[in-house]
């Protein structure tokens, strides 16, 4: 395992995708995985093209989990639990889990700017609860418009407020130093994830009224 | 009923007291309510001490009301039944209601920086299930600093993420221009207040990791 590299599941979506490119384009391993291995392939090469020397491979979602210390889940909310079961006999301390799933109303054929309850309260700690004992899950990039991180020319202007553990924020504090203009904030207890995840659909509502198909960001602002 | 006026319901607190002095001094005539009257007698002496020349007065909640054709709801979130109810039969359209209480913990003793779960979604929404037919219900202010507000030579940098009815929305837009610094932003059906009442949660959360009392605030960029 490359103690530098990130795997990101369902990398070959929007989202996943754009944090590849711009992972990638810092010079970070990266490791796409999806349900089928050659969709995985195919967006690794789709990078590879972009991002001229970029270290980028594609893999079924379990393989691509065994090659990085740190695993961003990055499928759509419906598919997150699935995914999480898939992958969990294959996780283990010290890695890492990223959420970045929002619970939208898309998932029961409803519209995104609504969000549907989670038992759990979030999606977050609904991941946090499948993954096995000692592996940290943090809450992080919902609100980053997945076409602005594809934008590899620009700075990606978004805080990214994170729900820890304490011990496992650093990690993904760090990444997102590797994108420009991505803040990374602390975003106290997993639980705030249930904020942090609605603060999406206010955003995609938001995208739509003000006419902004490249989608907003959000700063907080006052910060030392 | 002067056409200009703004009530402010729990005008004593420090929230609606920070409205209340910059409202004005923007020189619209302020109606401070509370549950006893002299207490907002006292209150609204402190802005026209604070503002010379401000037009400024104080009532009881109920007579207030009748005051203005825009009546604020500052009120601790605990009180916010109360008071409506307290209120609701003096109440008639075209008045507007702007709703900005947030159900933090901290109505049943714990934190304010979690949240209770309300039956009507949010705040908001219980308020426009309290009020009269007709009378608009708005959401709005929840985020903004009460020491940032009262700082009156500063600028608020402050986001006011408003939630509709359409109609009403335009008066509460107007008074967020009054206050510098804060910009209003259109935040959809007031279904939406559950979010944004959310978000205050999570910035008190990090007004205290970030050790800023005075009151962080947000921003959505990218905005046309």
């Given at each position: 395992m490359d103690r530098k590299a990130i795997a990101i599941l369902g990398g070959t979506g929007d989202q996943g995708l754009g944090l590849a490119l711009?992972?990638?384009k810092a010079g970070r391993p990266v490791v796409i995985?999806?349900?089928k291995a050659d969709r995985a392939v195919t967006a690794a090469e789709k990078v590879r093209e972009t991002i001229s020397g970029a270290d980028v491979s594609g893999f079924e979602n379990a393989e691509a989990t065994q090659k990085a210390p740190v695993v961003i889940i990055s499928v759509p909310f419906e598919h997150t639990a699935g995914t999480v079961k898939a992958i969990r006999d294959v996780l283990a301390p010290p890695q890492i889990v990223v959420s970045m799933g929002v619970p939208l109303a898309t998932a029961i054929g409803d519209?995104?700017?609504r969000?549907?309850?989670v038992w759990q309260g979030s999606c977050a700690e609904l991941v946090a609860g499948l993954v096995p004992d000692g592996v940290q899950v943090v809450s992080a990039f919902q609100n980053v418009s997945a076409h602005r991180l594809q934008e590899l020319d620009e700075a990606v202007e978004c805080d990214v407020i994170i729900s820890r553990?304490?011990?496992a924020r650093g990690a993904v504090m760090e990444l997102c130093a590797l994108v420009p203009g991505l803040?990374?904030?602390n975003g106290g207890p997993l639980g705030n994830a249930r904020i942090v995840e609605g603060m999406t659909a206010l955003l995609v509502g938001l995208n739509v009224r003000y006419k902004v198909p490249e989608g907003l960001g959000l700063r907080i602002t006052g910060l030392p």
């Amino acid at each position: 395992m490359d103690r530098k590299a990130i795997a990101i599941l369902g990398g070959t979506g929007d989202q996943g995708l754009g944090l590849a490119l711009r992972f990638a384009k810092a010079g970070r391993p990266v490791v796409i995985g999806s349900r089928k291995a050659d969709r995985a392939v195919t967006a690794a090469e789709k990078v590879r093209e972009t991002i001229s020397g970029a270290d980028v491979s594609g893999f079924e979602n379990a393989e691509a989990t065994q090659k990085a210390p740190v695993v961003i889940i990055s499928v759509p909310f419906e598919h997150t639990a699935g995914t999480v079961k898939a992958i969990r006999d294959v996780l283990a301390p010290p890695q890492i889990v990223v959420s970045m799933g929002v619970p939208l109303a898309t998932a029961i054929g409803d519209g995104p700017m609504r969000m549907i309850g989670v038992w759990q309260g979030s999606c977050a700690e609904l991941v946090a609860g499948l993954v096995p004992d000692g592996v940290q899950v943090v809450s992080a990039f919902q609100n980053v418009s997945a076409h602005r991180l594809q934008e590899l020319d620009e700075a990606v202007e978004c805080d990214v407020i994170i729900s820890r553990p304490k011990e496992a924020r650093g990690a993904v504090m760090e990444l997102c130093a590797l994108v420009p203009g991505l803040r990374a904030v602390n975003g106290g207890p997993l639980g705030n994830a249930r904020i942090v995840e609605g603060m999406t659909a206010l955003l995609v509502g938001l995208n739509v009224r003000y006419k902004v198909p490249e989608g907003l960001g959000l700063r907080i602002t006052g910060l030392p």
